[in-house]
């Protein structure tokens, strides 16, 4: 077993306590949850309000984590650190100071964007993406002060690229795939990963079928390819795991990530009127119990030992130290 | 100097620098804060901001108190640590879990109820006291199980001695004097005292001109025989200041405090239509640097040097101690 620990850098599962076994079966020791899609501050904070129910009831698989040591700590007690996060800023509402609220709340994580335009930046599925607003700029600054990571997963190009310039503190795209693996709206071109992980920011690849070549029928070794192509490109060190797992899901879930309460006709994202729902994952990736396929992988295209535990934790945990407290 | 730290346990000013530099200047180590009268959780926050940006402004004056040890901190650094309390359970609104939530935000006091009656129990100005709510049971363990102190310096007889007899920790009266001292609805029974102070609670005396015999004109050795006559009843270990300072702020405050948005009416609370306003403070005390006018008093009335550090600090820093974290 690697010193280095597991880290999932995204998940947005229907949690419990299977789902919670199986990250201890499968030596899951950190997962970034997602606690917001849509939400104002108080709907946010019903979400927390459900996670503190299950870290009471479930103490011996689960527990906040708030830091890099809390992930060391759950490999040490052979549990699972949980860090929130939240795909659009809908929970700071228009208010600067909830930043700093959301972090003293354990929040880690937010994407300035959704899908679409947000009070911050521009989501990837605008026709026209104007960049880091006024009060992107203020909330970009305001999240580097207090520790809250800029993370751009689902936002445009030039957003991204504004965001990158602009933030003093490494950012991260949590969860996508280069573009040149697989042309996508929510994968990345060639300038934002290099742009990225030359800033020192991490870039964790997605297991969401729709960000994979070939979709639910994508290879565990066409996976492995193209990270060990983006290792070689970028650097080894910039790269982790953040797989979008949306597991025991309903559909009705998807259809509330892409359609919030913003439309009034069904927006399908990147499904389509006859493919609506959460597509299959590929078979060698369905739960928690799955990454030991991936460190296979990774090890039949050549990493070695040391960088498998770099891509499958250690990156992120570097990461997580460097980034969750105040700006030095 | 005292190696003992000086703790008032409820102050409601308007807040500014001129104050938390009275603070340091009187050597305040300790100060519990109301943040919210009838807010909801939402405006609460909104309170909450609001100190952090006084945190960020004033670092060399003040910071967040959560512990016990933050008081030693304080004094050791000559700064003073601010605990966060509510006056009403309003910002849990009818929600139980945000006494987590609320407790995670550095929130260290609520009271049951302010005047009227609440979700929880009944206040002090109701015509019929009808003891603690079905929702106030559950509310109370779970204020005890997380470590959010039960205050109930607004709330009736019945409602007071039912608290005491459910809460399973220690309880408080942060601000209030006793009724054999001077009749007022916020004073306390001897009842109410020997219960709580028998079950090893906290009772701070106020300063608020209402709540002392012959007001504004009250002499401090006046103040000093009810305290020396209560440690002789009681135990001096109950005993310690919550001075309900509510220095500088406007009338329209008072008006805010005793109607909130429930009133169509003027309620005049402990005032009257001809003296509306926020009462003189006794001229011996009237801001943070006037702490020491009590200690002589204290001396004057016979109190050692120990008892005196034991009711200006001591008692209440270790209440702090045994009261913020979760139950063991």
């Known amino acids: 077993m690697s010193e280095t620990p597991l880290i999932d850098c995204l998940q947005y599962a229907n949690w419990s306590e299977k789902i919670f076994r199986q990250m201890h079966e499968g030596g899951v020791h950190g997962v ?3 606690i917001a899609y849509h939400e104002t501050f108080r709907e946010m904070v019903l979400n927390l309000e459900q996670w503190n129910r299950w870290f009471e009831r479930y103490p011996e698989l689960i527990f906040i984590g708030r830091s890099g040591d809390d992930v060391r700590r759950a490999k040490v007690e052979n549990r699972t650190a949980i860090f929130f996060g939240f795909q659009n800023p809908s929970p700071i509402e228009d208010d600067i100071g909830l930043i700093k ?3 003293t709340l354990g929040v880690r994580f937010m994407q300035l964007t959704y899908n679409n335009q947000s009070l911050l930046a521009t989501g990837c599925y605008e026709d026209e993406d104007t960049g880091v607003t006024r009060f992107g700029r203020q909330a970009i600054a305001e999240m580097n002060r207090v520790g809250l990571v800029v993370d751009m997963s689902h936002s445009g190009e030039r957003s991204t690229l504004e965001a990158i310039e602009i933030s003093t503190r490494p950012m991260a795209i949590t969860h996508a795939n280069p573009a040149r693996w697989h042309q996508a709206l929510r994968n990345k071109s060639d300038t934002v990963i290099k742009e990225l992980t030359q800033s020192g920011g991490m870039f964790g690849f997605s297991l969401y079928p729709h960000h994979l ?4 029928a994508c290879a565990v070794t066409e996976f ?3 990270i060990a192509d983006m290792a070689g490109r970028y650097g080894v060190e910039h790269f982790g795991i953040g797989s979008d797992l949306c597991q025991d899901q309903p559909d009705s879930v998807v259809t509330w990530m892409r359609n919030g309460r913003w439309s009034n006709t069904t927006d399908y994202g990147e499904g389509s009127k006859t ?7 590929p078979d060698w990736f369905v739960n928690n119990t799955s990454f030991s396929n991936i460190s296979k992988g990774l090890h039949g295209v050549g990493f070695c030992d040391d960088e498998i535990a770099a891509i499958m934790g250690g990156n992120w945990l570097r990461f997580y130290d460097q980034s969750f407290g105040p700006e030095i």
Not at 213 to 216: H, V
Request: proline fraction near 5%; include cysteine; charged fraction near 15%.
């Open 101 to 103: 609220i959301c972090h």
């Open 224 to 226: 492995c390819e193209m």
């Open 213 to 216: 070549k070939n979709g639910s």
């Open 32 to 34: 970034h949850v997602t």
């Open 275 to 281: 493919a609506a729902g959460f597509p299959d994952q």
